[in-house]
């Protein structure tokens, strides 16, 4: 079965850097998504990707943040300079609209700890 | 705008006791519903879904039905086991919100044995 992959699984990093979280989503799929989850919270949506642009952002999803599909199969989500409370769980997810339910495809996630 | 409010945890119960977590929704659309659950450690399992009104999602002996009079989409298992210990979610996605899942804030269910 298909399925949305994510790298790495860990990152960490200090502070200031800039990081890139990597994702693959399903082949056949248009939408593209960015969800982040500081631990023990809700998950919150941060970015959705159509057409090789931005179709929307959430307050989150500020200047120090981008995305981009650099080729035909990755989906990236860069951060440009890390702060402390970037330290969360992000999700890629995928979909294709001729699925009725609007169904996302969730990736495993990528734990990302800014020391 | 849209948004998920599901009921406060964490819920304990011993096994082979009955689940309800309770779901409501606000949507201008007509959004599709999901439970979705998190595994200590884990990332997002769908866990059942159901695209329009009265339609009953179920697995793994979990069961939502999409109760659009009352905009609501309860969680319920008849028994739980010790395995099904875990966090909760319930979403929402629609074409109002650019098919981006909206998330209630999760519900820790612990379940003794």
């Known amino acids: 079965e298909p399925e949305v992959t994510q790298t790495p699984s860990h990152q960490v990093t200090q502070m200031g850097q800039e990081v890139i979280l990597r994702c693959v989503p399903i082949?056949?799929?248009?939408?593209f998504y960015w969800y982040r989850q500081i631990l023990g919270q809700k998950v919150e949506f941060l970015v959705s990707?159509?057409?090789?642009?931005?179709?929307?952002k959430s307050e989150i999803f500020d200047d120090q943040f981008s995305v981009e599909r650099p080729d035909g199969s990755n989906f990236t989500l860069k951060i440009r300079s890390t702060k402390l409370e970037d330290s969360a769980m992000y999700f890629c997810?995928?979909?294709?609209?001729?699925?009725?339910?609007?169904?996302?495809?969730f990736g495993p996630g990528t734990r990302l700890t800014v020391l | 705008g849209d948004s998920v409010t599901q009921m406060e945890g964490p819920v304990t119960l011993s096994e082979e006791a009955f689940l309800t977590i309770n779901c409501t929704y606000t949507?201008?659309?007509?959004?599709?519903l999901f439970w979705y659950v998190q595994y200590p450690g884990e990332g997002l399992q769908l866990l059942l879904k159901?695209?329009?009104?009265?339609d009953k999602g179920s697995n793994k002996g979990f069961e939502a039905t999409y109760r659009k009079e009352t905009t609501s989409f309860h969680l319920e298992k008849g028994s739980v086991q010790v395995s099904d210990s875990a966090v909760y979610f319930c979403?929402?996605?629609?074409?109002?919100?650019?098919?981006?899942?909206?998330f209630g804030a999760g519900t820790r269910l612990f379940v003794k044995a």
């Open positions: 997810a995928s979909t294709s609209l001729n699925l009725l339910a609007n169904e996302q495809f």
């Open positions: 082949s056949n799929h248009l939408y």
């Open positions: 990707f159509y057409n090789n642009e931005i179709s929307e």
């Open positions: 949507a201008t659309g007509y959004p599709s």
């Open positions: 159901a695209t329009k009104a009265d």
């Open positions: 979403a929402l996605s629609a074409d109002t919100g650019g098919f981006k899942t909206i």
